[in-house]
T-cell receptor, first 115, second 113 residues
């Protein structure tokens, strides 16, 4: 079975450029999460969706960050304009409605470097 | 709000020795508790979980954890470390029935041959 699929796996860009990260959750899962991982701050929840609707975006750092989930099988996290402090690994995770709350299935992450 | 404390960011253990990773949580409601493992350049995967019922839970790869309400702890153990256990381990908590997880800072485990 396919797991959570993220793209790109690695992205190197220059400050000021737009960055779009993509995620395909596991088929049938109805919740989707975006996390950011850095050495300094660990794992931070940025936003999560339930049935394609954003439920909690309190972790989104600022207006430069936006996330969408146009349908059950696709989500994007966009940073515009990007800054060096946005360099991190961004993880997407999904969970099933009938599963244990908090049991998440993670993608392999998108490593973003902003120069 | 829920939170987790994991002490000691780096843990070194000899091959064949006991692995013990400590996790203390804070929750105003009955918690769901999790341990996740992250191997290099990979995403997190579930190691084990506690929801209700038996307080000693067993997970993959020989790991187990015990929920102790009186101590607000959920420590992770494995009797004998293997080289393949080298990874980062995260404790996480969610409120009863809530999908929102709070993660600890993680423990980077190094296994010494």
């Amino acid at each position: 079975d396919a797991g959570v699929i993220q793209s790109p796996r690695h992205e190197v860009t220059e400050m000021g450029q737009e960055v779009t990260l993509r995620c395909k959750p596991i088929s049938g899962h109805n919740s989707l999460f975006w996390y950011r991982q850095t050495m300094m701050r660990g794992l931070e929840l940025l936003i999560y969706f339930n049935n394609n609707v954003p439920i909690d975006d309190s972790g989104m750092p600022e207006d430069r960050f936006s996330a969408k989930m146009p349908n059950a099988s696709f989500s994007t996290l966009k940073i515009q304009p990007s800054e060096p402090r946005d360099s991190a690994v961004y993880f997407c995770a999904s969970s099933a409605s009938g599963g244990t709350p908090g049991e998440l299935f993670f993608g392999e992450g998108s490593r973003l470097t902003v120069l | 709000a829920q939170s987790v404390t994991q002490l000691g960011s780096h843990v070194s253990v000899s091959e064949g020795a006991l692995v013990l990773l400590r996790c203390n949580y804070s929750s105003s409601v009955p918690p769901y508790l999790f341990w996740y493992v992250q191997y290099p350049n990979q995403g997190l995967q579930l190691l084990l979980k506690y929801t209700t019922g038996a307080t000693l839970v067993k997970g993959i790869n020989g790991f187990e954890a015990e929920f102790k309400k009186s101590e607000t702890s959920f420590h992770l153990t494995k009797p004998s470390a293997h080289m393949s256990d080298a990874a980062e381990y995260f404790c996480a908590v969610s409120a009863y029935g809530n999908n929102r997880l709070a993660f600890g800072k993680g423990n980077q485990v190094v296994v010494i041959p």
